[in-house]
Every structure is written in structure tokens, then in C-alpha cells.
């Protein structure tokens, strides 16, 4: 992505999208599902109509460490770890926004530029349904795609094992985004997100806000209903090991 087209970009913005997961072994299971996500710029962050502020909070505490005074700050306390500085160069995020003070977001994105506007890195904030964070540090390449080491724990039929294939080009008028994790000896799953942009407007998100009601709420129920219902599969269950909630990248 170069520091042009980022520029042209006018965050915060909304992507209407549909999330697909796909399970190819042991057992094929796809599961689909829409949701909204956002689009802002850590330095701007959406200042909403006191009415529509319950629908869309951005709070430093859902993210890295969840102690740093903002987004902004903990995210350069993850890249300091790493030897990276931006200069106060713009950074761009993709994810759930809180909604009526409930919050989850598998992956949250970071397109990091540096004050020249060349794009730096790309961190990938992990959750998984434990209550547990990770975050990897990514460099793609001119096509936006990157890969990195498994590391973290987050379905609870996939060891931590094997390695991320990711397609992440900074959102534009579409959203397509995928990641795919490959196994070895194993067919790969894969997970991607595909949407249209929406000006951040206040009809927009109201709008959005009606039809996806509690939409979090949804997303991380959705992993739970799909998990149990694999699981009267009988897909056997990997053990969680051990891991704090952490700034530690691969």
C-alpha cells in the first residue's frame, strides 16, 4: 500500500461485511455471518452524537495490555518493544467498535505509516474466547500479504501449531481480507472478511446499529454455538496451554 492511496482514505468509515470461515479437516464445516466493522484513525477517533455513543466506544482497556491511557499509546509501547518507531506517523485500525458495553474482536488490525507515510508494519491483535490477547507483528509485502508463526491459542480443535498465511491490504472503497492457517500434513482453514465501505455518518450507524443489534454480543456467541456444535462432532478438543494476555509479537 503506498503512503498515496493511504492518504486518500478519510477515516473513521464503517464496512458493512460478511465474515466466512471455512473447515476443510478433519471434518468440512463453513459457518457465515454479517456484521459491521469500523475503520478510524488512532489520532481521530469518531466523536458521536451523545445518543449514538453507547453503539460505538473505543476504549484502550479491549486492547494489547488493556493499562495504556489510550490505543495510540499501547500500540507504540508493543512497536517500542520491537525496536519500531513511527515519529507519530498515522495509524489506521480495523475493528469492532464496544456496543452497548460489550466488546470482541478475533482480530483487530493496524496499519502502521511512518511521518514520511510509507507504510511501516501491520500489527494483528488476536483475541480468543478465553479472555486472552496476542498480538503479531507483520511485514507485508507490496500485495499485502504476510506470514507469521502460530503462537497463540484460539480454536479449541487447532493445536498451536503450524503457520499464518495473511492477505491484508489496507481497506479502500472494498473491503478482503483472509487468513489462512496452514497445518502440517493437514488441509488449511481459512477465515475472511469481505465488505463494502460506508461513510461513517450517524443515519449510517444507526442503520447498522438496528440490524446488527448486540452485534459483538453475536459474533463471540456465534464461535461458541459453531464450537459446540463441532464438538457433538466429535472433534476432539486440543489442550489450551498456559499464556497471559501479553505485548509479545512473533
Partial sequence: MTALSATRLAPPAL????????????????????????????????????????????SARDHFTG??????????????EHGIDLRG??????????????????????????LEGALRCVVAEVHNTYGQRHAYLLHPDAAGTATAVKNFYVSPFYPVDGHYEMRLPLPGERLGLS??????????FTASVHGARRDARAT??????????????TVSAAIRFHGIRLFLRGLPVQQR?????SESAS
Fill in 15 to 58: 464496512y458493512p461485511c460478511t465474515i466466512t470461515h471455512v473447515r476443510r479437516a478433519p471434518q468440512r464445516y463453513a459457518l457465515r455471518h454479517r456484521t459491521y466493522l469500523w475503520l478510524v484513525d488512532l489520532d481521530h477517533l469518531p466523536v458521536l452524537p451523545r445518543l449514538l455513543r453507547p453503539f460505538a466506544r473505543f
Fill in 67 to 80: 493499562r495504556a491511557p489510550s490505543v495510540r499509546a499501547a500500540l507504540d509501547g508493543f512497536l517500542d
Fill in 89 to 114: 506517523g498515522r495509524v489506521l485500525m480495523l475493528a469492532h467498535a464496544r456496543v452497548l458495553g460489550h466488546v470482541f474482536n478475533p482480530m483487530t488490525l493496524y496499519w502502521c505509516y511512518g
Fill in 179 to 188: 487468513v489462512r492457517l496452514q497445518l502440517p500434513g493437514s488441509l488449511p
Fill in 204 to 217: 449510517v450507524l444507526l442503520r447498522l446499529a438496528l440490524r446488527h443489534t448486540w452485534s459483538t454480543l
Fill in 241 to 245: 496451554p498456559g499464556h497471559r494476555t
